[in-house]
């Protein structure tokens, strides 16, 4: 079954603690993308990939950290995390990264920063 | 400030009518627009798209209408079933978003059966 998968699915964790997100792709796409969803605005994109080794900030890139060593992997790293980063966080992949071509999301992650 | 909004945080409708979310946005740039539809504990899932060079694109019960000059496009479902119960986000890019997506804030959708 094509599918991105995100891990973990939720976190609660402590400030300035480093965390990993995971997130993988069955479907041999070029393209990966990482977005932050918050109440009243939206998705709005941290990182993306548009293949390996290739990655680029996106609107809220303050605080995070990404890399792309291998096509299917494109894990969201917190070097020091804060409470304002407490938040949905998804991930996301499609064939090319082309605006014409739809995108697929993981299920989501839920951090939450204490 | 918001490129793209969707100033109805929710709507309601009956089953077997028609909904009509609508989006708005304020950069004349963005020559491509998606809808997608998410489930409560789901990511969001591609619904239907529409290059700014139609005004039109009509997909079984739902179609997207993109009007330039006044900056905004809708989508229609017809007739709306439970199963669309769900948040729709409108999202758009362009050359000066580097083709990358900006979304709006989304929708919530209750079908009243």
């Known amino acids: 079954e094509a599918q991105v998968t995100q891990n973990p699915r939720y976190l609660i964790t402590v400030t300035g603690k480093k965390l990993t997100v995971t997130c993988s792709q069955n479907?041999?796409?070029?393209?990966m993308s990482w977005y932050r969803q918050d109440p009243g605005l939206g998705l709005r994109q941290i990182y993306y990939s548009m293949n390996v080794e290739v990655t680029d900030k996106g609107d809220v890139p303050e605080g995070y950290k990404v890399s792309r060593k291998e096509k299917r992997n494109f894990p969201l790293i917190l070097e020091s995390p804060s409470p304002n980063q407490t938040s949905l966080y998804f991930c996301?992949?499609?064939?090319?990264?082309?605006?014409?071509?739809?995108?697929?999301f993981g299920d989501g992650t839920r951090l939450s920063i204490l | 400030d918001q490129q793209v909004k969707q100033n109805s945080p929710s709507l309601s409708v009956q089953e077997g009518r028609i909904s009509i979310l609508n989006c708005d946005y304020t950069?004349?740039?963005?020559?491509?627009f998606l809808w997608y539809k998410k489930y409560p504990a789901e990511g969001p899932t591609f619904l239907i798209s529409?290059?700014?060079i139609k005004d039109k694109n009509e997909d079984g019960r739902f179609t997207v209408f993109l009007n330039k000059s006044a900056k905004h496009l809708s989508l229609h479902i017809v007739p709306s079933q439970p199963g669309d119960s769900a948040v729709y986000f409108c999202a758009a890019s362009g050359w000066d978003s580097n083709y990358q997506l900006i979304w709006g804030a989304g929708t919530k959708l209750i079908i009243k059966p």
């Open positions: 950069n004349s740039m963005f020559d491509y």
């Open positions: 996301a992949s499609s064939l090319r990264g082309q605006n014409n071509q739809p995108q697929h």
């Open positions: 529409i290059s700014s």
């Open positions: 479907m041999n796409h070029e393209y």
